[in-house]
T-cell receptor
Framework: DTGVSQNPRHKITKRGQNVTFRCDPISEHNRLYWYRQTLGQGPEFLTYFQNEAQLEKSRLLSDRFSAERPKGSFSTLEIQRTEQGDSAMYLC??????????????FGSGTRLTVV | ELKVEQNPLFLSMQEEKNYTIYCNYSTTSDRLYWYRQDPGKSLESLFVLLSNGAVKQEGRLMASLDTKARLSTLHITAAVHDLSATYFCAVGGANSKLTFGKGITLSVRP
C-alpha cells in the first residue's frame, strides 16, 4: 500500500462544466476526509466519511458539491456547474477511526483544479 | 468557532541561526498537529502533540504544546536550506476534522 492516491493530479475545466475527483485511501483506514486549499491558505475541511457513511459536511460545501464513498473504500468528489472560485487544490486524507492516541492522517498528493 | 492563528506568516531565516514560530488556537482541543508543505505538494506530517507540556523533536525541529495558553511553538535550531517550506499547525480531536492555520512560510537564506 503506497498511501493515499488521488486522481487526476491536475484538472483544467471550463466554467459551468462538471468535474469528478477520486480518492483511494489507505486500505485499512475507515475514515476519509476531503479538504480544499486555496493559494496562501491552510486546508479547509469539506466533508468526511466513516466507512460509507458521510458523517459531517462543512457549511462551505454548497449544493453543487457532492461526495460519495459507495463501498467504504474509494471516494469521489463531484463539483457541478464549476465556477472560477472553485479553483483550488482538493486534498483527500484517511485515518483509522479508533486509532491509537498518536492519531493522525495521511494526506494524498491532491488534485489541482483550475476553472477557466 | 475554533480559530487557529499562526505568526509570523512569513519568516526569512539565516542559515545556522535559531528561530521560533507560533500557533495559537481559540478553544480547548484534544491535540495539535504540525505539517510541512513544499510548493505544489501535499502535507507531510511532522508532529502530533497530545497533552499539556508535550515536547517532540525531530532533527532541527522541536515542537511544544501549552494547552493552558492554547499555544504551540515550533523551534528551529541552526536553520538550513532544506527547511524552507510552509509549516501549518492544525487543531482537532482524535481522528476528527482538523482546523488549520494559514501557515508560515519559512525561507532560509545563506
Amino acid at each position: 500500500d503506497t498511501g493515499v492516491s488521488q486522481n487526476p493530479r491536475h484538472k483544467i475545466t471550463k466554467r459551468g462544466q462538471n468535474v469528478t475527483f477520486r480518492c483511494d485511501p489507505i486500505s485499512e483506514h475507515n475514515r476519509l476526509y476531503w479538504y480544499r486549499q486555496t493559494l496562501g491558505q491552510g486546508p479547509e475541511f469539506l466533508t468526511y466519511f466513516q466507512n460509507e457513511a458521510q458523517l459531517e459536511k462543512s457549511r462551505l460545501l454548497s449544493d453543487r458539491f457532492s461526495a460519495e464513498r459507495p463501498k467504504g473504500s474509494f471516494s469521489t468528489l463531484e463539483i457541478q456547474r464549476t465556477e472560477q472560485g472553485d479553483s483550488a487544490m482538493y486534498l483527500c486524507a484517511s485515518s483509522l477511526a479508533l486509532m491509537s492516541r498518536v492519531g493522525g492522517y495521511t494526506f494524498g498528493s491532491g488534485t489541482r483544479l483550475t476553472v477557466v | 468557532e475554533l480559530k487557529v492563528e499562526q505568526n509570523p506568516l512569513f519568516l526569512s531565516m539565516q542559515e545556522e541561526k535559531n528561530y521560533t514560530i507560533y500557533c495559537n488556537y481559540s478553544t480547548t482541543s484534544d491535540r495539535l498537529y504540525w505539517y510541512r508543505q513544499d510548493p505544489g505538494k501535499s502535507l507531510e506530517s511532522l508532529f502530533v502533540l497530545l497533552s499539556n507540556g508535550a515536547v517532540k523533536q525531530e532533527g532541527r525541529l522541536m515542537a511544544s504544546l501549552d494547552t493552558k495558553a492554547r499555544l504551540s511553538t515550533l523551534h528551529i535550531t541552526a536553520a538550513v536550506h532544506d527547511l524552507s517550506a510552509t509549516y501549518f499547525c492544525a487543531v482537532g480531536g482524535a481522528n476528527s476534522k482538523l482546523t488549520f492555520g494559514k501557515g508560515i512560510t519559512l525561507s532560509v537564506r545563506p
